[in-house]
């Protein structure tokens, strides 16, 4: 078995607000066995790095605008949208009103400046496979795990690129397990593989709570198991969560940008922050913490 304190010794990166309620929930969640566990995760910037080689890749996406796979045109009026819309989306003094309705602008418009500069599928592979955005270290023995074990591992993305484009990285990776359910974005596509359209409604970074999981057909597998291991990088995820009868919930925030103004608010809504890019190793030790405990 494995301590509480064996666990946070060797990690530096990691904070852990309240030890004991931590303990506590880990001993809830034991109790009820993994058959009773569900993952619920973001997906850039959380199970993906922040940064590769010292350069920061938000996302699927931000390979796409800096690779210049759709010409300049598409890039200049992608960066100049960045520019506009990221500091409002990682400012915690900006009101949730104000900050919902930029991001779903930012995203009514970024899709269709992808559909009027010829956005393929073929694209998307060639994101893919330039190697610019990267599982984090531990990525692998924990979807190992999360299979070994049949959890369900459900990824809730506002992914700019969509449903295809993670689903097609984690095919690539070979983690495309049975296990693995994605509620993101869905472009829609013609039959030579032009992006045409996308379905409604729009999930962007602060919306994703009113996105039911009801709605979708995982929710049939996960209703049973209440007990929920969240991921995620952003202040708003936690809202994944919402509208979901959980019984125990553990929060892991990945605090990548501007930890002096964010980190308060972190240890505030997170059960235990991942700083500096760090690794999944401390998921991975509260996991088999908690199968441990069961065994």
Not at 111 to 131: A, H, P, Q, T, Y
């Amino acid at each position: 078995m494995i301590k509480e304190r064996e666990i946070e010794k060797p990690m530096e990166n990691i904070l852990i607000p309240n030890p004991e309620k931590l303990k506590e929930l880990k001993q809830a969640i034991a109790e009820g066995g993994v058959e009773k566990l569900h993952i619920l995760a973001d997906f850039d910037r959380t199970l993906t790095t922040a940064f590769v080689d010292g350069r920061s890749i938000p996302s699927l996406i931000s390979v796409l605008r800096e690779g210049n796979y759709l010409g300049s045109d598409y890039a200049s009026k992608a960066f100049e949208m960045y520019d506009r819309y990221h500091p409002i989306e990682i400012d915690p003094n900006i009101s949730l009103e104000e900050k919902k309705k930029a991001m779903h602008d930012w995203w009514v418009e970024h899709f269709d400046l992808l559909i009027k500069c010829g956005l393929n599928k073929k694209d998307i592979e060639s994101v893919i496979k330039s190697g610019k955005v990267k599982f984090r270290e531990g990525f692998s023995e924990f979807s190992d795990f999360l299979k070994g074990n049949n959890i369900p591992l459900v990824i809730m993305s506002s992914s700019g690129l969509g449903h295809d484009a993670i689903s097609m990285y984690l095919e690539n990776e070979g983690c495309l397990h049975k296990n693995v359910h994605i509620i993101s974005n869905t472009l829609e596509w013609d039959k030579d593989g032009n992006a045409v359209g996308v379905k409604q409604p729009i999930i962007h970074t602060l919306n994703k709570y009113e996105t039911s999981v009801k709605d979708f057909p995982v929710f049939e597998q996960i209703k049973e198991r209440k007990n929920v291991l969240l991921l995620g990088d952003s202040l708003d995820d936690v809202g994944m969560v919402e509208g979901f009868d959980y019984d125990n919930l553990i929060k892991v925030g990945f605090l990548n940008e501007k930890p002096e103004e964010n980190l308060e608010h972190y240890k505030h809504n997170f059960d235990a922050v991942i700083l500096n890019d760090s690794s999944l190793n401390f998921v991975n030790k509260t996991l088999k913490d908690i199968f441990d405990r069961n065994r």
